[in-house]
């Protein structure tokens, strides 16, 4: 049932464009595993082998953690809607700090510069196998809308107290890992 593919083509790439929600994957061999879910609006596929998301500020920052340590990362999208379906995109992954020259030039390209409140960081995923699986035991869900929570948060708080949380709740992941996020300064 479940079928590989060494990069993406028309016909997934129209499944990724129809979906709301995908989930992101990523351990360090000394660390947990994460699991995040994440809006498909902050997520742009730049190529059949290369997919990016625009990395929102929260409560951790487990990714940036684990691709500084091991770099592995997995995107999945899951049909809650239609035909049943899964669809996985293994690869290597890269943090593209912001303020740097190549979150810059993507963020113009692919997100027409537009930048999200409390936007932290970016990921890019160099994908080396795409694989699709049934998802029968996918359940329906409506989609209703996106939840604009984060965005108020963010800007609520603004730059220098985005800053100081980072800082505080977003240099080190939970197992005590480095993210990264703070090498320049």
């Avoid at 239609?82 to 740097?100: A, D, F, N």
């Avoid at 984060?150 to 100081?164: M, P, S, V």
């Amino acid at each position: 049932m479940a079928k590989q593919f060494p990069r993406l083509d028309g016909l997934l790439r129209g499944f990724i464009a129809r979906q709301h929600v995908f989930f992101t994957a990523s351990a360090a061999q000394v660390s947990r595993v994460n699991v995040s879910p994440r809006s498909t609006r902050d997520l742009r596929i730049l190529d059949d082998s290369t997919a990016a998301y625009l990395d929102l500020t929260g409560s951790s920052n487990e990714t940036a953690a684990h691709l500084l340590a091991d770099g592995r990362l997995t995107l999945m999208f899951c049909a809650f809607e239609g035909l049943p379906s899964i669809l996985r995109l293994y690869g290597r992954g890269t943090v593209l700090p912001r303020g740097e020259a190549a979150y810059a030039q993507l963020l113009e390209t692919a997100f027409g510069g537009a930048e999200p409140p409390g936007a932290r960081q970016m990921m890019r995923l160099a994908i080396d196998l795409v694989q699709t699986s049934c998802g029968y035991a996918v359940p329906l869900f409506d989609f209703r809308g996106e939840r604009e929570n984060l965005d108020r948060w963010a800007a609520a708080k603004g730059e220098a107290e985005l800053d100081a949380y980072r800082r505080e709740k977003n240099a080190r992941s939970l197992d005590g890992l480095p993210t990264g996020l703070f090498d320049g300064t």
